[in-house]
């Protein structure tokens, strides 16, 4: 991993992004993703094959084999 110089523009190198008045996330532009994913099946069927951010950052991936 390397680090950035450059301040984040979406959280303003703060790992927070306030999505509304009194909410805010984790900022997937700053976030490693490295509390793992779990897979979204509420809203997208079982078989979807999406996998989100565990740190509920937003991030979501398609599932990839090996
Ligand atoms: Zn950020
Ligand atoms: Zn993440």
Redesign the pocket.
Known sequence: MTETTTT?P??A?T?W?HYSHNHSKP?E??CQHDKGYWQLHEHYGDKNGKWACLAGCGNVRNEQHG
Do not use: H, I, S
Request: include cysteine.
């Open positions: 984040c979406k959280c190198g790992g992004y900022c532009v700053c």
